[in-house]
């Protein structure tokens, strides 16, 4: 089975901190994500990397940026955490021209 | 525009009772359609998928869904929900070819089973 993890189920952090969130998969996926989850608003994108060290933008990518140094792992960094930015982040992975995307558990993340 | 539509923000069902989940998109070519359940602070796990061929699909879980194209919709359906059914529910929609093969959800469908 693809395995998704996601370095912490929940992080609190102060505004103007940078905040790192990691995550790794371990089935060679060429594609991985980043999605916000809000109540009611569903999942948005913010970024995808199709390739090692590659990176587009999704729909929401303001205040974000991203790093893929190895294929298995995708890192969001919010580079100062504002309080807007409180929300679930949800790392997925995907083969390339399949788009069935693999989730991980998700990091519940609170900017005070 | 690409779009993925659940219209019922909310839904509660008694345990045994039948079930249907809307989802309607607007995609320019016939899509992928994926259903995901999340339960309560956990990732999206995949019930089932629809690519091409039969537009009845079976997923896990005793869940099916439906192909409509004439309709634009890919509606979920269970014949008796179990109380670990509890939980939101996610329609996405993809596209076909291409190496970024982003994914459209939809905003979610959250279901309670009353004993």
């Known amino acids: 089975d693809v395995k998704v993890t996601q370095s912490s189920r929940y992080l609190v952090k102060r505004t103007g901190e940078k905040v790192f969130l990691e995550c790794v998969q371990d089935m060679d996926h060429e594609n991985m994500f980043w999605y916000r989850q809000d109540p009611g608003l569903g999942l948005r994108l913010i970024y995808f990397?199709?390739?090692?060290?590659?990176?587009e933008k999704g729909d929401i990518p303001e205040g974000y940026s991203v790093s893929r140094e190895k294929k298995e792992r995708f890192s969001l960094i919010l580079e100062s955490a504002s309080t807007n930015q409180t929300s679930m982040y949800l790392c997925?992975?995907?083969?390339?021209?399949?788009?069935?995307?693999?989730f991980g558990p998700g990091t519940r993340l609170t900017v005070l | 525009a690409q779009s993925v539509t659940q219209p019922d923000i909310h839904i509660t069902v008694s345990e045994g009772a039948s079930l249907e989940l809307r989802c309607n998109y607007s995609y320019g070519a016939t899509p992928y359609l994926f259903w995901y359940v999340q339960s309560p602070g956990q990732g999206l796990q995949l019930l089932l998928k629809?690519?091409?061929?039969?537009?009845l699909v079976q997923g896990i879980k005793g869940f099916e869904a439906e192909f409509k194209r004439s309709q634009s919709s890919f509606n979920l359906r269970k014949p008796s929900v179990h109380w670990s059914d509890a939980a939101e529910y996610f329609c996405a929609v993809g596209g076909r070819g291409g190496a970024t093969n982003k994914l459209i959800f939809g905003t979610g469908t959250l279901l309670a089973v009353q004993p």
């Open positions: 629809y690519f091409s061929g039969d537009t």
């Open positions: 997925a992975s995907s083969l390339v021209l399949v788009n069935e995307q693999f």
């Open positions: 990397s199709y390739d090692v060290k590659m990176k």
